[in-house]
């Protein structure tokens, strides 16, 4: 008896070291933060109309863009994504996080040292992959290509995961045809309270931004479920002849006007610019002068699409 009682003395002394080794172990190895791991589904509690049926071309008031950018949308037809080798064409990134579909993120581990290596996201539309690099590799060559991802690289902060984006094509900021330039980058700040994720997103872009656009999107999550495949076969939606590009040219500006003047907001508002992000810009609009009637940009178009089918 005396020897039984002095082994079941060394076992549970064993067991108790080796819970402590357990216990301690990770929280040597890493960092603690928060698990991220898991499916979400996307929230449209504030802005449903942007992202699910699209901003109205023209409707660039409360954005920071430079007039580059009003020029470069006023080019935009919606009808050039009935081009068929646009028709699978994903969202990057910077756009990607607040687009239609529901969210995965799981996560990379070492296995001998528990360190996280990557956080994976992958959006259901168009299967939109993204890696966020957290083992500090470095950053690509300047000649290295972009891709819709671009390159990803993050660290926590407390419970946020700061993630910082750049080396992606050339997208857009809106649906409406407001541009991003290749040499934009954003940064995002994930985090979690119980059962919601939010992503504030802050997108710098020297070319068609004078500041950062922030925007943040949030998520709730969802217990057993799984992605269905996102099939995108391309088809011939409207018959062109070959080389036709749906666009308008820089002077044909009666379809970004109609938005303003249906709609109410001087013609001026609607394109924008970092002053009218404040609600002091409304003394501005007070001395704006009166838009035209809606018969005569309405007649503009007629006139417009007419010269087109001339052409």
Known sequence: MAIVNKCSVVVAVLLAAAGTVLVSMPASAQDAHQNLDGFWNALFDEDEPERIPGPDQGDYAGLPITPAAVSVAQTWDPEVLTIPYLQCRPHPSL????????????????????????????????????????????????????????????????????????????????RNGLPTDDRATFDERMFRDGQILTDVTMVSDPEYLTEPLVKSTEYQKVANTNFATYPCREVTEIPRHEGDIPMHLPNQTAVEQEYAVRNHVPIKAAEGGADTMFPEYQDTMKKLPPNPPLRRIEQQEQQQDKADENL
Do not use: C, F, N
């Not at 969210?103 to 259901?124: F, K, N, S, Y």
């Not at 957290?134 to 926590?156: I, N």
């Open 95 to 174: 756009y990607g996080i607040r687009g239609v579909g529901s969210l995965r993120i799981w996560e990379d581990l070492d296995p001998q040292t528990l360190r996280q290596v990557a956080i994976h996201t992958w959006i259901v539309a168009w299967e939109a992959q993204r890696d966020i690099w957290m083992d500090g590799r470095p950053h690509p060559p300047q000649w290295a290509a972009h891709s819709w991802a671009g390159y990803s690289t993050g660290h926590w902060v407390g419970d946020v995961l700061h993630v910082h984006t750049d080396d992606y094509k050339r997208g857009w900021t809106r």
